[in-house]
């Protein structure tokens, strides 16, 4: 069997003081250094090898009269410790390496830069796709030509294409954005629509100065496409589905001990409750109360001092015909503009589940959602900080970084470099204090990798704690799938988290003391929308 693996990158968080990061840089580049010395006296001991094999090997075969071989060698190794040592100063020199790279993984050592190279290179695709359109054309065949060579909804091809087309992703799709936005031709409906809206805002606001829609008219901001996609989508959606939204409580039988599988306690609890809320796998299956509703999960939480808190639980697009998760409020919850995020279905769902569970204005409340779930939550962090104590947000495969999520709200955010989804919002998180962004890669651990399988071995012996070729995902097809599936996520924030970083470790505190104390329930609401 042939596992995928996922290793993470962290991104934000607290910044090391200048000297501390001074400390850890000089200690990774002597791990580095001592490795290069170590790989170098492997080289020297191979070396021995081979010569000290070709001269024993030589007098074996030579026992004529004639046989004349000068050993130049004076020595009592044999050719066989020459290549023992060898191996044992590779295997040194490899493991002082990962150690090297740990150092500079877990204390995010070249995140800013990286963070810096990854932006300009997404600024120059951006601006290629902006000035040439036409350029979109194979990258959009292509990803429809993988789409329909899918069968039985594998997505295994649209997989591969994500996969080879990551690099491109970001700056392809803020360069389409800026193309509709600027091209009267592609882009004068969403113009006019955007337009409209700014100068009616303004408008009723009393504003006196104008010159903020012109400005703002030809930003380029794939928010702003989305603003103008959901003046029609919502329309059209409102008209098919409706626009009435119930609510509902589920009644929970008495024998359905256990709804969720954690108490959701932590940042990886909460992660293993979304994707089994996802997925269908608790207590209570929502299906069977009805197929057509989306559902979340609320959990409440009491403290010692008899105060409360709260986590919410936001799975993501489900499809479903009368669902407030459909994919049209995907456009709504990103839009630029709060009036259309709070109209959002989705959103309104959420909000409304919280009114009714119970939720108070001072109470510290934790919000996690995956893909559109997570969009929910980074809208309602932004646009009902006044209402809401909005303590914590945890995203999975959601684009939030066009959203003004409040500085005093901490953001954990997980994404996957190949996952088409988290990069629809065209940009980078924003890298902040209590802001951190995990993004990992996912690799097919074949023969290829044979070198890593064999550490990963290694380590398992000796019982280390950290495998430098990532976490197994657990949970999919040999085959792989859309790294947009939450147990990528899983083994990204679980990869993140064994690195002991100390910017993992500080969301991972913050979170649980929002959630601390005794759980004293676990209720599941279904979103259901009608004419």
Partial sequence: ??????????????????????????????????????????????????????????????????????????????????????????LISEKLLDLSELIARANSLYSNAELSTRNFFDNTVSLCFTLIPSLSIPMLVSAGISLNSDKNNSMTNFAKWSNATAPLQQGFIRGISNNILINPITGFTIHGLNFMKKAKLLFNNGKQDKSIIFNNFSRSSLSEVSAGLSSITSRINNYSQGNKLTVSKINIPNKSKTILPKNGQSIKEALTNITELSSGNIGVHPPLANSEAATIAIQCFKKKDGSKSWLVTIPGTDGKPHSPFGWEQNAEVMSAYKSDRVKADSARMVINAMKKAGIQKNDPVALIGHSQGGIVAAAIASDYSKEYNIQHVVTAGSPIANHNIPEKTWVTSIEMEDELVANLDGKSNPSRSNWVTIRAKATHFDRKNIKNSKKSKENNENNEKYDISGVTVKGIDEKGTLTHDL?????????????????????????????????????????????
Wanted: with cysteine; proline share 1%.
């Fill in 1 to 90: 069997m042939m596992p995928w693996k996922v290793q993470s990158t962290i991104i934000g968080g607290k910044a090391l003081s200048a000297s501390k990061e001074q400390e850890y840089l000089y200690c990774s580049n002597q791990l580095k250094n001592l490795s290069y010395d170590f790989n170098y006296l492997s080289e020297n001991w191979l070396q021995a090898y081979m010569r000290i094999m070709s001269i024993t090997l030589a007098k074996n075969s030579c026992d004529g009269p004639f046989c004349n071989i000068s050993d130049s060698i004076n020595t009592s190794l044999s050719y066989e410790e020459c290549r023992i040592n060898s191996q044992e100063c590779k």
């Fill in 487 to 531: 147990h990528y996520h899983q083994a990204a924030y679980e990869d993140a988290s064994t690195l002991g970083s100390s910017a993992i470790l500080n969301q991972e505190n913050h979170f649980k003391n929002i959630v601390d104390g005794k759980l004293e329930s676990t209720t599941l609401w279904q979103g259901v929308m009608n004419k």
